[in-house]
Structure formats: structure tokens, C-alpha cells
């Protein structure tokens, strides 16, 4: 995330046309998908403390949908001081109503908490309600993207459903679909977790993200398509794009599982401390790689110098979120004696961290 952002906002035209750049920009298309996804596992994860604590099933689906309406709030408050630092002026108003990733997560949140289930948890229960509506939304994303911009509806509403950019950045077709792999995922992941199996299920995941990726990059190269719209139909999101994408998610979510498990929990971890404070080093990061305090280099630098600084960012970023947890957050959980619950508590961590 950091070093897409800026590579984006510092680097030269120049430069913008190198294989490194374009590495850059692939790479960057996975932190949004992945945070998607994390939210999907912390609402099966909510769910699962609800159970244990007998929450009714009703008061855990009004929880979760609550937390989502927090997010969402919190992302036009995002966009709000983005418009306010950017020199206010009405010509940018309607940028505060743009679906951006918080607002998208924050949504997602609301609709899955009523598609997925505590239910779903119960052992060889198929998630059925979220697997059919994530599939519903890969398939019908590039009918929706034609279609359904009607001229006379607000665009801040239909931005939500798809639309160009810069309204509709995440628009639920077919970012939502993330959110409900997480959900999928999460239960399968949590079923381990409870039966002591994390690992069997964590290499499972690995080589069905590696599978469903390079399936995707078949397809891709093969100009593989479902859909046929015309000479005039454009570039359309493809199912084939969601199986590449999703499975390296997968294969990345389970090979950070094999790096907890090798690095001891007591040792400080850069990406686990940037996870407990997530919100604020991507509020604080946006405005120092957009903001005008990065307008005497922006678009100016070779990659060298893009490089340098983007170390310098993440050294600020790390000591960002250090200094916030150590001067208003908890203490990091240090490991946890119970075998089943230690995994979760760790996913969990990251799930809530991501949505908000």
C-alpha cells in the first residue's frame, strides 16, 4: 500500500514506464483486496465470540452491522478532511460522497453481516448464503458495470453499486465479493482453529490460492472471456480476474500464517505493530504522499529517490503506530496458553484493525 501510493504520487513520467513501475502498480492492486477479505474473517470471527458468550443471534448480526455503519462513518469523515486539508472549495465537494475503501469495507460490513451466519461456524455447515452472493457478484459485475449507470439517479448512490472514477473507486460490484470470500474463508479457518488442524487447513488454503492464481493466469493469457458485448463493450471486470486476485490473497493470508508461526510473538514485528493501528497510518500516510506537503516532489523524482523516501515513510509509519499504542493502546497480547484460542485472537486482531 505505502509503495504504491508513492511510487504514484512522486515518480516521474519518466519513469513511469519501466517494468519496476509496473510491478509497483500490480502489487498494489492486493491491499485493498486483502482488506476486504480480513473484514469477511473478523465478522465470522465476531460472530464466533458472540456464540460463546451466548449472544442471541439477532443482537450478533445488529453488532456486527454496527460496527460496518461505524466504518463507513468513518470513511466520509475521511474524505471530509481530505477535502478540508486539500484547500476546501465547492468545485470539489462531491469528492467527499466518492466510494472509497472505507466506505466500501464499512458497507460490506452492514450487507454481509445479514448474508453470512453464526450458523455458518457449525461444523459441516456450508456457507451457502455468502458462497452463492460472492458468486452472484463476480458473475454479474460486468452486466452491472454496462448497464447500470442510470442518468437520472444520484451518482453517490449508484457509485456504491459500480461506475467510472474518480466517484466509484469500490464500488460493491465486485469489491463485496472480498468481503464474503473472508467470510467463507473465516469459517473454514475457524473450524480449524476450534479442532486444532490451523496448519493442515493453512496448507490447504496455500494450495488452493496458488491453483485458483495460476488458473486465473491462464485464463488471462488465453483472453479467456465469458462475456460478449459488442466490438464497442470495452474492458469489463472478469470472473477470470477475481480467481487470479483472490487466490493470491489466499496464498499470501496463508503464508503470513507460516510467518507467525516462525518469528516468536515476542519479538517486535513492523507489520503486526502497522495492523494494530492500521486506520491511522493509511489516514496519515494519505496525506503525506497526496497532500500539499509532498507538492515540491510530486511527479518529479526517478525511482531511486521514490525508493529512499518510501523508506523514510514506513520508518514514520512504524513509529506512528508504536507511539500510538504505547501511549493511548492496550498492550500487544502476548501468547496465549490455549491452543485453540491463540490463532483466532491473532486473526481477529488484524480483522478489526482492518475495518477500522
Avoid at 240 to 254: K, N, S
Wanted: hydrophobic share 50%.
Amino acid at each position: 500500500m505505502f509503495q504504491t501510493h508513492a511510487f504514484d504520487s512522486w515518480t516521474a513520467a519518466a519513469f513511469r514506464h519501466t517494468w519496476f513501475f509496473d510491478v509497483s502498480r500490480h502489487l498494489g492492486g492486493f491491499p485493498a483486496r486483502v482488506f476486504l477479505l480480513l473484514a469477511g474473517v473478523s465478522l465470522m470471527l465476531r460472530f464466533d465470540g458472540d456464540r460463546r458468550r451466548g449472544v442471541p443471534e439477532a443482537l450478533s448480526r445488529r453488532g456486527a452491522a454496527l460496527r460496518g455503519l461505524e466504518v463507513l462513518a468513518l470513511g466520509y469523515a475521511f474524505r471530509f478532511t481530505e477535502w478540508v486539508l486539500g484547500l476546501p472549495s465547492l468545485r470539489y465537494v462531491e469528492n467527499i460522497f466518492r466510494v472509497d475503501i472505507l466506505n466500501c469495507i464499512g458497507m460490506s460490513l452492514i450487507l454481509s453481516a445479514y448474508v453470512a451466519s453464526p450458523k455458518d461456524l457449525d461444523e459441516r455447515r456450508v456457507p451457502w448464503r455468502p458462497l452463492g452472493l460472492l458468486l452472484f457478484l463476480i458473475f454479474l459485475t460486468p452486466t452491472v458495470e454496462r448497464y447500470a449507470q442510470l442518468s437520472w439517479t444520484p451518482r453517490f448512490l449508484t457509485s456504491y453499486l459500480a461506475g467510472p472514477k474518480p466517484m466509484a473507486f469500490f464500488p460493491l460490484f465486485p469489491w463485496m465479493a472480498y468481503t464474503l470470500t473472508g467470510c467463507v474463508a473465516g469459517t473454514f479457518w475457524l473450524r480449524a482453529s476450534r479442532a486444532g488442524r490451523s496448519g493442515t487447513a493453512m496448507a490447504i488454503t496455500l494450495a488452493l490460492g496458488v491453483a485458483m492464481a495460476v488458473f486465473g493466469q491462464i485464463g488471462n493469457r488465453a483472453h479467456f472471456s465469458l462475456y460478449h458485448f459488442g466490438v464497442l463493450s470495452g474492458v469489463l471486470t472478469s470472473p477470470i480476474a477475481y480467481l487470479y486476485r483472490t487466490g493470491v490473497c489466499l496464498a499470501g493470508a496463508a503464508l503470513a500464517y507460516g510467518v507467525t508461526q516462525i518469528i516468536p510473538h515476542e519479538w517486535f514485528s513492523p507489520l503486526r505493530q502497522l495492523g494494530r493501528t492500521s486506520l491511522l497510518v493509511y489516514w496519515v500516510h494519505i496525506e503525506l504522499v497526496y497532500g500539499h506537503l509532498s507538492d515540491p516532489i510530486k511527479g518529479r523524482l526517478n525511482l531511486y529517490w521514490s525508493s529512499g523516501l518510501l523508506v523514510v515513510l514506513m520508518v514514520l509509519m512504524v513509529a506512528l503506530s508504536r507511539w500510538r499504542t504505547e501511549r493511548f493502546g492496550k498492550p500487544a497480547p502476548g501468547p496465549l496458553a490455549h491452543p485453540v484460542a491463540s490463532p483466532g485472537q491473532g486473526i481477529q486482531k488484524a480483522g478489526r484493525s482492518t475495518a477500522g
